[in-house]
């Protein structure tokens, strides 16, 4: 069977990595990977971007099964035209990819479904929307409407905050915001407190199964000082979300958003991820959907998952998720952003990396931002490693991170000092 996998970033080194594992599978490929899938000897980097070729190239290569990877092909509709083409894929259509796609669609979704989440409202004014911050006081939440690679929100602490976020995300065409129809638009919400968990699931169009949790660390900072970014590490599994917080997730956010699309008539196929804020008493509010598996969380979810990666897939896109049981590795993983100066707004590239340690089933460094040339290893884009390691602990899994990334120098680069923090404190 060949498989292919559509993207480039640590997310997809994983998934490859985890794919190539399974002995049915004769072939992955991966469009267009990046330095870390070049060199792995067992995947195969296809330089297509485009998706209309892509999906040519798969029909002449016979390809099995495609699994997408980031948000952009998703929204792009590369679902609908794979499908439409015979092809096997998994990952929702466009239609259902909005949950992510349009920050205006998914809380208007939330609010006519009763999902909890944080109240909002949505402007295409300037003036309305400098007036609104003003009533409603700091903090407060500015959201892009459209996809921005995680850099479309800001929690703004103080009203000024507030105001340039609106003044940029309405009238700046720099910030790298996909608009959606209609131009530019915002989503303005009240400001939660809590702890945040990264809560995913496969969905076949019938039934649901739950990965394992994870934790996310969106500031750039330790301490989650500084601006948010795509995500500087993560862990799994997540303690913050308990057995009780995992039913309620289900119960109040994961059902009836699958529910709520089938009645607006979209079935939701795909992975679906709801990043949530749980407060001391458990209660969850739903921050945000996106229609695809997080990066960084997939790299230590992926490090847990002992089943078969194809079999999982095969099952999510045969309606097969019933019976399906996954299983996971009771050890803790734990994976370490290494980024590159500039990043997150203005990346820089082309710097070289050395001291790439081997990989080994405890210890995997996967590569996003990377390139390689004439065999040297350059930064080509801001999140560019991700050393994960598995360990008994959250510490020691930390430990064997931070040990396993400290031979590993590029000029200029950013790792947050504290991933996994959260889960330490107690
Ligand atoms: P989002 O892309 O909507 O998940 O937002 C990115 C990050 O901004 C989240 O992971 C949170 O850390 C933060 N954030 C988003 N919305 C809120 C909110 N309403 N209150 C507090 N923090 C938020
Ligand atoms: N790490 C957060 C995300 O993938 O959106």
């Known amino acids: 069977m060949k498989v292919l996998v559509v993207g480039s970033g640590g997310r997809e080194h994983a998934m490859a990595w985890k794919l190539a594992q399974s002995p049915r599978i004769q072939q992955v490929y991966v469009a267009p990977g990046n330095g870390g899938t070049a060199k792995d000897p067992g995947l195969i980097n296809v330089p297509i971007t485009d998706l209309a070729q892509l999906r040519q ?33 998994f990952g929702p259509t466009q239609a259902a990819a909005q949950l992510e796609s349009s920050k ?36 407060i939440v ?27 995300m309405l009238t700046d065409t720099t910030l790298g915001v996909a608009h959606n129809m209609g131009g530019a638009r915002v989503v303005i919400e009240e400001f939660l407190q809590g702890e945040e968990a990264s809560f995913m699931v496969l969905c076949d169009g019938k039934h649901v199964a739950a990965l394992a949790t994870s934790q996310d660390h969106k500031r750039l900072l330790d301490g989650d000082e500084g601006p948010n970014t795509g995500g500087m590490g993560a862990y799994s599994p997540a303690p913050v979300v308990t057995a009780d917080v995992h039913a309620r997730a289900m119960r109040e956010v994961i059902l009836p958003t699958i529910r709520g699309m089938e009645k607006d008539g979209i079935v939701y196929t795909g992975f679906l991820y709801a990043g949530l804020m749980i407060d001391p008493q458990g209660r969850i509010k739903t921050l945000e959907f996106n229609c695809r598996m997080g990066d ?46 500039g990043y997150p707004m203005n990346p820089r ?10 990989d080994s089933d405890e210890a995997m460094v996967f590569h996003a931002g990377t390139t390689e040339t004439d065999g040297q290893i350059l930064t080509s884009g801001g999140r560019v490693l991700c050393v994960t ?23 200029g680069m950013q790792m947050r000092k504290d991933i996994g923090f959260r889960a330490l404190k107690n």
Do not use: C
């Not at 029909?59 to 495609?66: A, E, G, K, M, R």
């Not at 991170?401 to 000029?411: G, L, M, R, V």
């Open 57 to 89: 190239w798969a029909i002449d290569n016979s390809v099995f099964l495609t699994l997408v990877g980031p948000e952009a092909p998703l929204a792009a509709g590369i679902v609908d035209d794979f499908r439409a083409h015979g092809l096997r894929i």
């Open 104 to 139: 205006a669609f998914s809380k208007a979704f939330m609010q006519r479904h009763g999902i909890p989440t944080a109240e909002f409202e949505t402007f295409t004014d300037t003036a309305l929307a400098h007036a609104y911050v003003d009533r409603k006081g700091a903090p």
């Open 142 to 168: 500015v959201k892009a409407d459209g996809l921005a690679a995680g850099k479309g929100v800001v929690v703004a602490m103080t009203l000024a905050q507030a105001h340039e976020a609106i003044d940029f």
């Open 296 to 341: 960084p969380e997939t790299q230590p979810i992926l490090m847990r998952l002992k089943s078969d990666f194809l079999e999982v897939l095969l099952a999510a896109t045969s309606e097969g998720l019933e019976s399906l049981e996954m299983e996971w590795d009771r050890r803790v993983a734990l994976g370490v952003v290494m980024a590159a100066a």
């Open 349 to 358: 590239k082309g710097d070289p990396i050395s001291g790439l340690p081997e």
């Open 389 to 411: 390691a598995l360990a008994d602990s959250v510490r020691q899994a930390q430990q064997k991170a931070y040990q396993t990334a400290s031979s590993i120098e590029f000029d």
